[in-house]
């Protein structure tokens, strides 16, 4: 079965607003909508329900594709009337060989904790996750098994006029189209969870808006008058930057095992930008439960029972408390066999029209009323969603 579907934003918020008025929800229900919020870009709207602030998301992936290993700390609130997840800094993060003990500790980077570039986990070890918070509270995910890894044949992208519906232009937006070939194992079942990486030449590498880039950071001037309304700030040196699918693309092969994949859809590119693109499809195998856990917020948003569907128990994630099993954990750790395959998408000679928001350059300029000294260029941060890298396949 090939469950694929677009989260976005928009539909969200207005599947919220139909359905959440005419009920008043329980508290476990609210977990669910926090998962899924860590998979979409969703602006905080204001709350038509009893929101529960100060709970922890943990979203973790540790994988054999070197440069995907994260894991993203966040906790709800409650803020000026409106809710959102907030990015918790300060965490003591580590990942366990389950066998051999071995500990990979993860640094902080721009609101991600990484480890290096080159990191990867083996397919048939055993890992899991620990998290020291910062107010002492630990918390451990269970134990997975990496399985094994199946390559991608064959990638190819197909450009639609008619990719996806936005909501808030009320029209439909193009875009391309990602399908793989591949071979499914026959001797075990397979789960797989698809993302991608999109890699675009990064212009500015600095954007400050209501400010100015000194000493490694963006420094206001919301009290200068004669300031501009923002500043750009162009790379100093070849930089890439680095977007990632706004959509769950799931596949299992309960009735496929054992056979061949061909034209799969898994990932669909919006056209926001004429730029060239490098889409880099990420084919992860998953255990059952990581696929039970991201198939269960697929239903949430496509089940036409609604809200009177039981409520899924895989919800809930894989982490506890190590010291209060009463204290509930949202999110999960998941232990994924990958493999990559990339397509350069050309798009300079695309004419549709580009949806995406325009930013012109607008640097500082001598005169201008700003601290010296007067600052053109900012660096390329390694980060997850940055690099400096040239991604191998680029031509």
Not at 29 to 42: A, E, G, K, N, V
Not at 142 to 163: A, C, G, M, R, Y
Not at 194 to 217: M, T
Not at 236 to 243: F, G, L
Request: hydrophobic share 35%; charged share 25%.
């Amino acid at each position: 079965m090939n469950y694929f579907y677009h989260n976005h934003k928009k539909y969200f918020i207005s599947f919220l607003k139909n359905q959440l008025i005419k009920r008043t929800l329980k508290k476990s229900f609210i977990y669910f909508l926090l998962i899924f919020s860590i998979f979409s870009c969703i602006d905080p709207i204001p709350p038509e329900f009893n929101y529960q602030s100060d709970l922890v998301v943990i979203d973790g992936l540790a994988s054999t594709i070197p440069g995907t290993t994260f894991v993203n700390i966040k906790k709800t609130i409650l803020e000026f009337g409106r809710y959102s997840t907030q990015f918790i800094s300060g965490c003591n993060v580590t990942l366990i060989n389950s066998d051999t003990k071995e500990k990979v500790s993860f640094v902080e980077v721009e609101s991600n904790y990484l480890v290096s570039k080159d990191f990867r986990i083996s397919p048939g070890s055993r890992w899991e996750m620990e998290v020291l918070m910062p107010n002492g509270k630990r918390y451990r995910s269970e134990s997975e098994l990496v399985p094994n890894e199946v390559p991608i044949d064959k990638i190819s992208e197909k450009f639609t006029k008619e990719l996806i519906f936005e909501e808030s232009l009320g029209k439909y937006i193009a875009g391309h189209e990602i399908s793989i070939d591949f071979e499914d194992p026959e001797e075990e079942q397979n789960f797989y969870y698809f993302q991608y990486r999109g890699f675009e030449k990064e212009i500015y590498c600095k954007i400050c808006n209501r400010g100015i880039y000194r000493s490694g950071e963006c420094v206001s001037q919301i009290n200068n008058p004669l300031a501009k309304e923002y500043y750009t700030y162009l790379c100093d040196q070849s930089c890439w930057k680095i977007n990632y699918n706004e959509e769950i693309s799931l596949f299992e092969d309960e009735f496929t095992n054992g056979k061949s994949i061909s034209n799969l859809l898994v990932g669909r590119v919006p056209l926001y930008s004429n730029q060239d693109i490098l889409v880099e499809i990420l084919q992860l195998n998953i255990s059952q439960n990581a696929h039970k856990y991201f198939k269960s917020i697929k239903d949430i948003v496509d089940n036409n029972s609604g809200f009177n569907a039981p409520l899924p128990s895989a919800l809930i994630g894989n982490f506890y408390n190590i010291d209060d099993s009463e204290d509930p954990i949202l999110g999960r750790f998941t232990a994924a066999a990958g493999r990559s395959n990339s397509i350069l998408i050309k798009r300079g000679g695309i004419n549709e029209r580009i949806e995406g928001e325009y930013i012109s350059h607008q640097p500082e300029e001598l005169g201008d009323p700003l601290p010296n000294p007067i600052t053109y260029f900012a660096p390329c941060i390694e980060s997850r969603y940055q690099t400096k890298i040239k991604p191998l396949t680029w031509e």
